[in-house]
């Protein structure tokens, strides 16, 4: 986008309403994304501000070599992939097995920054093995590519194409079960598989 490489232009010689505006721009977006990844609001919100915080230490620095957006994403990818990590080291299981945050109790803050379709929309993401939930979310929320995505995971892109078809597979399996479901989770169910 236009408009972002003027923003990074001004970033980088020190204005602070372009960093302002990055952050307002998509923080949201960047929020709903680690949330998805993390089935935790509250450690989503750090995660994206310790990214925000990341991206203004190298002020004068940076260069976008792309999309603004997708940088952002994988620095946020990368960070909730490092909080499970640490997650699963704490706790010595294996990541599929960890039970995801929102699973464990009804947070109010997490049920109020989500409607009830995204609470049910998160609830089924955290169900999925956490590679197949990254990959889905990075290109249905995010619009990364493929190959984006697999040298993000470090795996061949024909890995990162079966993650995301099993993840839509399971994910449709999970919110079948329910006959309710509503707009919003049946628009997310019918992503393209491209």
């Not at 602070?16 to 709903?32: G, M, N, P, S």
């Not at 994304?33 to 450690?43: E, F, R, S």
């Not at 997650?87 to 109020?112: F, M, T």
Request: net charge positive.
């Amino acid at each position: 986008m236009v408009d972002d490489k003027i923003l990074i232009w001004q970033f980088n010689r020190g204005r602070q309403e372009a960093l302002h505006r990055i952050y307002e721009r998509y923080k949201d977006r960047l929020v709903t994304l680690a949330a998805a990844l993390l089935t935790d609001i509250g450690l989503a919100e750090d995660v994206v501000h310790d990214v925000f915080i990341g991206f203004i230490h190298a002020e004068g620095r940076f260069r976008l070599t792309g999309n603004l957006m997708g940088y952002l994403s994988t620095c946020v990818a990368n960070a909730a992939r490092n909080c499970n990590k640490a997650e699963r080291r704490r706790r010595h299981a294996p990541l599929d097995e960890v039970v995801p945050p929102i699973a464990r109790n009804g947070d109010p803050q997490l049920s109020a920054a989500f409607s009830e379709d995204s609470d049910r929309l998160v609830q089924a993401l955290g169900q999925l093995p956490y590679e197949q939930r990254e990959v889905l979310v990075l290109r249905a929320y995010s619009s990364m590519k493929f190959t984006a995505i697999a040298a993000q995971q470090n795996v061949s892109i024909h890995t990162v194409q079966g993650r995301y078809r099993y993840a839509l597979d399971k994910l449709r399996e999970i919110l079948s079960e329910d006959r309710t479901q509503k707009p919003q989770v049946t628009q997310f169910l019918k992503l393209r598989q491209g």
